[in-house]
């Protein structure tokens, strides 16, 4: 009996496939609990037109996630740090810092996928990617600085 797969199923087949099973197979198991449909010109059609509309779908997404993320590469973030004699910095730079960095330029992006492998603990210009969905990824520059204090003088009495 040929059936298509409504669900990928481990050891019979992924999603959308024409399979040619037993037919108690498909009686018994696949047709009641709504894994695969009969295999008419029906649904055929029908399924084919499902994975076209959804293709169509998926090609629209990515092209937003991808103006999304050309607009987030085109951030450049200045980190002011911290620093004591040498320049070495008290602290790093991490992901919820960039994360928040982002936020306040209007950019929602969940900290996990921001791709630093370890803190940043050093003045300079870093390149960090940012993973997005659909695997679109976008790179953030980040400018760490030194922190300009203000310099005041001790009132004296």
């Known amino acids: 009996m040929k059936v298509i797969l409504q ?14 099973v037993k037919d108690g197979y498909a009686r018994n198991f696949l047709l009641p609990r709504k894994k695969a449909v009969l295999a008419d010109s029906r ?9 076209r509309v959804a293709g169509e779908r998926a090609k629209k997404e990515k092209l937003e996630i991808e103006t999304h993320a ?10 002011q740090a911290q620093v ?12 919820k810092d960039i994360a928040e960095r982002l936020a306040e330029q209007g950019f929602t992006v969940d ?3 921001i791709q630093l492998d370890h803190p940043i603990k050093e003045l300079g210009t870093f390149t960090v990617p940012i993973k997005l969905p659909r695997d679109v990824t976008a ?3 980040i400018h760490v600085v030194k922190k300009q204090e203000a310099e005041t003088a001790p009132a004296e009495a």
């Open 7 to 20: 669900e990928t199923m481990e050891g019979v087949g992924h999603l959308g496939d024409l399979l040619d």
């Open 43 to 51: 649904s055929i059609k029908a399924f084919e037109h499902i994975k």
């Open 70 to 79: 050309k607009s987030i590469s085109a951030v450049s973030l200045t980190v």
């Open 84 to 95: 004591g004699k040498d320049d070495k910095m008290f602290g790093s730079v991490t992901t």
């Open 111 to 113: 900290r996990r996928k």
């Open 139 to 141: 790179t953030v520059v």
